[in-house]
């Protein structure tokens, strides 16, 4: 039997392939990123009074490097389409926070660890869910999710009923106390956060393969390694943004800043370096809102900031922004409409043997209604078309774009 | 001619593999003799796609063994490519389609290190062999079907790999891409380089391969396409009645 093929399929030739992927797209979104960092202080500063004292400065460094170590490891979470993992792992926290504070009492040191392994026990009981039952994958974080939080308020309660004043701190780790960061806190937060950013710098290909594509990352390297490490990093992230954004709230830091800097990128590097700037951003002006005025939880606020930036991304970012989009097919629909016009024109003159003869307005009009009418303007300004009364008639260039255009389009 | 070559590209013995204690590939003995075009048929479900995974270690084996070049996987795993199915990855993934050709290297090259001005070169070469050349700064987005999947195979073509397992490459691809893909095929078989596809248009199994397998859970048949590629083993591999719809005859 012999088989049939298109004839010819014409191999597009390709005007961008040679640009440089997103020209000055990081150094643009850092200006911008800068500049909305200066606005900011200057109307908290002039309007709200806010004092940038040293105080607030280590609380506001605390929440932007958080931010940034989030927007970072979030991005590979985000393209590993694994977003609500951060939200079961972040909520699995909560117990190991209250076991620990049990056992030791309040140390952050303690607390954080107690916060790490929960996390991971978490994370191991929806694996092992998934792998020996037939229960999929969103249902067991929903029910990991679910079970621990509720094992963690339930245990919040019952130190509550033992103790007083002191337990008062945990409820921090329940919405995000920005405030309670201190130098020594931000120093331990600074020294974890270079080693996360080296290991991922250092195993960059291997990540970026794992997150792209792991079947065949399986035949060329030890994949188990690298998934290990990234769900590691991913636990030490969520832990230590538990202080800042809370167990509620932490996913939204952990998937916002990536979500947004997805839009603004074509290549990895780019999408991770902003999701860092975006992180950082929404981190550091929570904790300075919430710092400032005590009364207001901070992980409420570095959410807001993030999903004001998500929003503005989703709407403004070239390429993939709904405007951007919108704005495209306008164009689009625009241009069709110049050409079809121009197209039954022509037409309609050869039908009466005359290259040059009139069609009336009503035609045209007719056919396209206003986009018609507006072609036929443009068509006259760039004279391709010459109007009398409400007649209309091709000029020589016009007949010239018409059978040009025809010829193309054969 | 063939002397020096060593006598079997891939062997596989007693190979049966289960998903929830259901055999998919059950009892399979396969020789594939080095150099050959072999396409893999068999209708949907027949367990061709898990035959190569099972080989390369991507699915656990219930049971036998699987040897490239007369050794086990992992001492030869930078001899043999892959091309997974288009499908299985997402391609709104933020790279361009240089970046993605040179994740094929990423083996060659080990832990931690960069590919670098040689790596570039090579993977530059296979996007022109596959005729994305100009396409390389290309987010994969914005790539038609049938390019994306010369994308995936420019991806293997780096690997230099002696043995290449390929899923699917001519599902939903566009005539260009079906006539670079036979072209690409018939020059790794000029270099003497074993090529294994999983195929599903019965009509081109003699234009495009020399050699073929025929697949339903079980091996039904494995050999040169004049031999194996039958009337009665197409029949026993599809059932008579699919064959008749199919307008084989």
């Known amino acids: 039997m012999q088989r049939e093929l298109p004839s010819s399929v014409p191999l597009m030739t390709d005007s961008n392939s040679r640009r440089p992927a997103l020209p000055g797209g990081?150094?643009?979104?850092?200006?911008?990123?800068?500049?909305?960092?200066?606005?900011?202080?200057?109307?908290?500063?002039?309007?709200?009074?806010?004092?940038?004292?040293?105080?607030?400065?280590?609380v506001a460094l605390g929440g932007a490097v958080l931010g940034l170590l989030s927007g970072v490891i979030g991005s590979f979470a985000v393209l590993?389409?694994?977003?609500?993992?951060?939200?079961?792992?972040?909520?699995?926290?909560?117990?190991?926070?209250?076991?620990?504070?049990?056992?030791?009492?309040?140390?952050?040191?303690?607390?954080?660890?107690?916060?790490?392994?929960?996390?991971?026990?978490?994370?191991?009981?929806?694996?092992?869910?998934?792998?020996?039952?037939?229960?999929?994958?969103?249902?067991?974080?929903?029910?990991?999710?679910?079970a621990f939080f509720a094992?963690?308020?339930?245990?919040?309660?019952?130190?509550?009923?033992?103790?007083?004043?002191?337990?008062?701190?945990?409820?921090?780790?329940?919405?995000?106390?920005?405030?309670?960061?201190?130098?020594?806190?931000?120093?331990?937060?600074?020294?974890?956060?270079?080693?996360?950013?080296?290991i991922t710098a250092l195993f960059w290909k291997e990540l970026k393969l794992l997150t792209f594509d792991p079947v065949?990352?399986?035949?060329?390297?030890?994949?188990?390694?690298?998934?290990?490490?990234?769900?590691?990093?991913?636990?030490?992230?969520?832990?230590?943004?538990?202080?800042?954004?809370?167990?509620?709230?932490?996913?939204?830091?952990?998937?916002?800043?990536?979500?947004?800097?997805?839009?603004?990128?074509?290549?990895?590097?780019?999408?991770?370096?902003?999701?860092g700037i975006f992180g950082a951003f929404a981190g550091g002006t929570g904790a300075i809102i919430s710092?400032?005025?005590?009364?207001?939880?901070?992980?409420?606020?570095?959410?807001?900031?993030?999903?004001?930036?998500?929003g503005v991304s989703i709407l403004f970012a070239p390429e993939r922004g709904v405007v951007w989009e919108l704005w495209k097919q306008r164009r689009e629909r625009v241009s069709f409409a110049r050409r079809n016009v121009l197209i039954s024109l022509y037409r309609h003159a050869q039908s009466h043997g005359d290259n040059y003869a009139w069609a009336p307005q009503e035609l045209i009009t007719g056919l396209y209604d206003g986009p018609g009418k507006r072609a036929l303007g443009w068509l006259e300004q760039h004279n391709q078309a010459v109007k009398s009364g409400t007649r209309w008639q091709l000029t020589g260039s016009g007949l010239q774009a018409a059978e040009q255009f025809l010829n193309e389009h054969r | 001619m063939p002397d020096q070559t060593p006598p079997i590209a891939l062997d596989i013995e007693d190979l049966t593999v289960a998903y929830r204690s259901q055999p998919v590939v059950w009892d399979l003995d396969l020789h594939v003799p080095p150099g050959v075009l072999m396409a893999i048929v068999g209708p949907n479900g027949a367990g061709k796609s898990t035959l190569i995974k099972a080989a390369l270690g991507l699915v656990p084996r219930a049971a036998g063994s699987v040897h490239f070049f007369g050794k086990?996987?992992?001492?030869?795993?930078?001899?043999?490519?892959?091309?997974p199915q288009r499908g299985?990855?997402?391609?709104?993934?933020?790279?361009?389609?240089?970046?993605?050709?040179?994740?094929?290297?990423?083996?060659?090259?080990?832990?931690?290190?960069?590919?670098?001005?040689?790596?570039?070169?090579?993977?530059?070469?296979?996007?022109?062999?596959?005729?994305?050349?100009?396409?390389?700064?290309?987010?994969?987005?914005?790539?038609?079907?049938?390019?994306?999947?010369?994308?995936?195979?420019?991806?293997?073509?780096?690997?230099?790999?002696?043995?290449?397992?390929?899923?699917?490459?001519?599902?939903?691809?566009?005539?260009?891409?079906?006539?670079?893909?036979?072209?690409?095929?018939?020059?790794?078989?000029?270099?003497?380089?074993?090529?294994?596809?999983?195929?599903?248009?019965?009509?081109?199994?003699?234009?495009?391969f020399d050699h073929v397998t025929l697949l339903n859970v079980e091996l039904i048949a494995s050999g040169p396409t004049t031999e194996a590629f039958t009337e009665a083993n197409i029949r026993r591999t599809y059932g008579s009645r699919t064959l008749k719809a199919l307008g084989v005859s």
């Not at chain 1, 710092?291 to 998500?310: E, Q």
Request: net charge neutral; hydrophobic share 55%.
């Open chain 1, 26 to 58: 990081i150094w643009r979104s850092l200006g911008i990123t800068l500049m909305a960092i200066l606005l900011f202080v200057l109307i908290t500063n002039q309007f709200f009074n806010v004092r940038y004292d040293y105080t607030l400065l280590v």
């Open chain 2, 72 to 83: 086990p996987y992992d001492e030869v795993r930078l001899r043999v490519g892959y091309v």
């Open chain 1, 216 to 275: 065949f990352a399986a035949t060329i390297m030890r994949t188990q390694p690298v998934e290990a490490l990234l769900s590691t990093l991913i636990v030490v992230v969520i832990v230590m943004g538990l202080q800042v954004a809370g167990v509620i709230l932490m996913v939204g830091l952990l998937i916002a800043p990536a979500v947004a800097a997805r839009q603004w990128s074509r290549r990895l590097d780019q999408m991770v370096v902003l999701a």
């Open chain 2, 88 to 208: 299985s990855v997402d391609w709104d993934f933020p790279t361009t389609v240089l970046d993605l050709t040179l994740m094929g290297l990423y083996g060659k090259l080990g832990w931690i290190r960069r590919p670098g001005r040689a790596e570039f070169d090579r993977a530059m070469h296979a996007l022109e062999q596959v005729g994305l050349q100009d396409f390389a700064h290309r987010q994969i987005g914005q790539l038609s079907g049938g390019q994306q999947q010369r994308s995936f195979i420019a991806r293997a073509l780096v690997q230099d790999a002696d043995l290449y397992f390929m899923d699917e490459p001519f599902a939903a691809v566009d005539a260009v891409t079906e006539a670079a893909i036979v072209n690409l095929l018939q020059e790794l078989r000029s270099l003497q380089r074993t090529v294994i596809v999983v195929h599903h248009d019965l009509d081109t199994v003699t234009d495009y």
């Open chain 1, 151 to 198: 094992i963690g308020l339930a245990l919040l309660t019952i130190i509550q009923g033992q103790q007083n004043a002191s337990q008062a701190g945990l409820a921090q780790f329940i919405f995000g106390q920005a405030a309670s960061i201190r130098l020594d806190s931000l120093l331990t937060i600074a020294l974890v956060g270079s080693a996360i950013l080296l």
């Open chain 1, 80 to 146: 590993r389409q694994q977003s609500l993992m951060g939200d079961a792992l972040s909520h699995a926290a909560l117990p190991g926070v209250a076991i620990a504070f049990m056992l030791v009492g309040r140390q952050m040191g303690a607390l954080l660890i107690g916060a790490a392994i929960a996390s991971w026990l978490g994370a191991q009981f929806i694996r092992a869910v998934t792998s020996t039952t037939r229960i999929k994958q969103d249902a067991a974080m929903g029910i990991t999710l679910a």
């Open chain 1, 291 to 310: 710092a400032a005025d005590s009364g207001l939880p901070t992980g409420p606020l570095i959410i807001i900031m993030a999903s004001i930036i998500v």
